[in-house]
């Protein structure tokens, strides 16, 4: 049996967990400050439960010291399908020297994936332990200058106030469904592939939010994905994107949460034979919540 602890917090709770002690020889060691350090997620398709096992997790300052924040993050696996609609889990909480940071880095020690009835395995089971990739292993390197609040060498510089940040680990792009469950061969495999966003969470952070409609009989408006791309385009590293999604509930209704400003491409994922008009450009400012016209979901042309 597979073990996991589900950690939920709403982000507001994990900002008050406790705090775990920090070294490093960076600038500034007079000048302490606090970084914490959230998990979320966004859904999938076909997975009922997506767990990983994340131990280390460290940021690296700009001359190259590693300031350690956490030796064992989600302390087990977690299932990261728990972790939606705002929910966060607590990775770390720890006290480092003010000043600027070019990446955060996170070890990936276990994958697991449980798949949705009736959905199974071409063995018949329905679940399966996953290969961590090498880079996985040994480091997860986060890019700071996407997560908002650079400098102009592209870091990341945390005052006196201290910073949160927000690990967006999307399951979608995470974890790829390998065959075709919707045909006799069925589902080999699941590559798991960890992709992250990295945002800091404060006034700035936006949202996108809106509804998908249909015109065409017998086509659900639950369960769709929409996804919000951004335009920017400061250096990433591996596992690293500027995707965030959400899912649509019964009403059609989504919310994208936790973006930094700028101008980001919003599209709804549908079958080729169905198409919505039209993807829509829209810019986040600084602390808003972005309300969209509708998609509404047409047959495709010919």
Do not use: W
């Amino acid at each position: 049996m597979l073990r996991f602890r589900n950690q939920l917090f709403s982000f507001i709770t994990a900002l008050t967990a406790l705090s775990l002690g920090a070294c490093g020889d960076g600038v500034g060691v007079d000048n302490q400050t606090t970084v914490r350090v959230l998990l979320t997620d966004a859904p999938a398709d076909y997975i009922e439960a997506a767990m990983v096992d994340i131990g280390a997790v460290e940021l690296i300052g700009d001359d190259g010291t590693i300031f350690p924040l956490s030796e064992n993050g989600t302390d087990g696996l977690v299932d990261l399908l728990s972790l939606q609609n705002a929910a966060t889990m607590l990775l770390a909480d720890a006290m480092i020297d003010e000043g600027s940071y070019t990446q955060l880095r996170l070890i990936v020690q276990e994958a697991h994936v449980v798949l949705k009835a009736p959905y199974v395995f071409n063995d018949g089971s329905d679940h399966m332990g996953l290969t961590v990739p090498s880079g996985a292993q040994t480091g997860i390197k986060l890019n700071l200058g996407a997560a908002g609040g650079g400098d102009d060498d592209g870091g990341l510089v945390i005052g006196a106030d201290g910073t949160v940040l927000v690990l967006d680990f999307d399951v979608s792009q995470s974890f790829v469904i390998q065959g075709n469950p919707e045909t006799p061969a069925g589902i080999n495999g699941v590559l798991f592939t960890p992709t992250l966003r990295v945002v800091v969470l404060d006034d700035a952070t936006g949202m996108i939010s809106g509804t998908v409609t249909t015109m065409v009989d017998g086509v659900s408006v639950e369960s769709l994905t929409v996804t919000a791309e951004t335009v920017e385009d400061p250096p990433l590293e591996p596992f690293q994107t500027r995707i965030a999604t959400a899912t649509t509930d019964a009403n059609g209704d989504y919310e994208i949460r936790f973006l930094v400003p700028g101008m980001y491409t919003v599209s709804v994922t549908l079958p080729e034979e169905l198409t919505t008009d039209p993807m829509t450009d829209v810019m986040v400012g600084s602390g808003a919540d972005v309300e969209l016209d509708d998609f509404v979901i047409v047959e495709s042309g010919p």
